[in-house]
């Protein structure tokens, strides 16, 4: 129960990635915020933490919309009493080949990936510096920001861009006693990775289910991807005390694809 009395965000925490963060801090303690476009989704995960014996809340949001982000968190403050964890994990991906990326898709993902994050940073900042005993803010980023991948240029410059304002951030709110870091999965079984495939199967790119991910998966050194349960670990660390003096850090988490 180490994160016992705190309160934690998850924007895109209604499925995949978030959802298993959700299910681990909630075990660990936590009283959970899932913060999701998918606002069914959002009440169901929040109804099943509840139905488990845990404190969780259920908002409706478009993190790139910051009057919608600043009513989630009036609504966390409203339900808990404050918000001591901010992880900014909402993300999507839109592959299609290099030279037919155009705006309307570049624009897309930065929207949420890039924006939604430097909005949701500056939101959760301006709550935990009101008050007054500091706080943890934590993004998700990706090997994609680490390198540079054609079938998905755009999300690799968004997870760069991620990387980049977890650097800026811990740098500003250091004095403030948050601490800004960020972990970076490599390949994880999720829908978002399913539809990934998918939209890279219409687009031509391969030519059936399971063939990119496989082709991802032969570098990762411990020999398989990994599922949310394989990631919640250090998003637990994050968001505990245990981490207290670690900020503008990325920790690698991808079994070994990218070693830096």
């Known amino acids: 129960m180490r994160l016992k009395d705190r309160v934690v965000m998850i924007t895109g925490g209604a499925q995949g990635l978030g959802e298993g963060i959700a299910q681990r801090l909630a075990s660990d303690g936590a009283s959970i915020v899932i913060a999701d476009t998918n606002g069914e989704k959002a009440e169901a995960v929040a109804a099943d933490l509840k139905g488990k014996g845990h404190r969780a809340l259920a908002v409706k949001v478009d993190v790139a919309e910051r009057s919608q982000v600043q009513a989630a968190i009036r609504k966390t403050v409203e339900a808990f009493g404050k918000l001591d964890v901010m992880f900014n994990n909402a993300g ?22 890039a924006w939604g994050v430097m909005l949701c940073t500056q939101e959760a900042a301006r709550q935990m510096m009101a ?13 994609a920001g680490r390198q540079g991948y054609a079938e998905f240029a755009p999300y ?92 503008g850090q990325v920790i690698m988490s991808d079994g070994g694809m990218v070693l830096v």
Not at 131 to 143: E, F, L, R
Not at 195 to 217: A, C, H, N, R, T
């Open 92 to 113: 999507f991906n839109k592959p299609v080949p290099f030279m037919e990326v155009d705006e309307k898709n570049f624009n897309s993902i930065m929207r949420v990936n």
């Open 156 to 247: 690799c410059a968004s997870k760069s861009s991620v990387i980049s304002l977890t650097q800026a951030g811990a740098r500003e709110f250091a004095k403030h006693k948050i601490t800004v870091n960020a972990f970076a999965p490599g390949v994880v079984v999720t829908p978002l990775w399913d539809g990934l495939e998918q939209d890279m199967i219409d687009k031509g790119v391969i030519k059936k289910k399971g063939e990119f991910i496989d082709s991802f998966s032969s570098s990762i050194l411990l020999g398989f991807p990994s599922k949310p349960v394989d990631l919640s670990g250090i998003a637990a660390f994050l968001a505990s005390s245990d981490s207290d003096y670690i900020t």
């Open 131 to 143: 008050q007054g005993h500091g706080g943890k803010i934590i993004n998700t980023a990706s090997i």
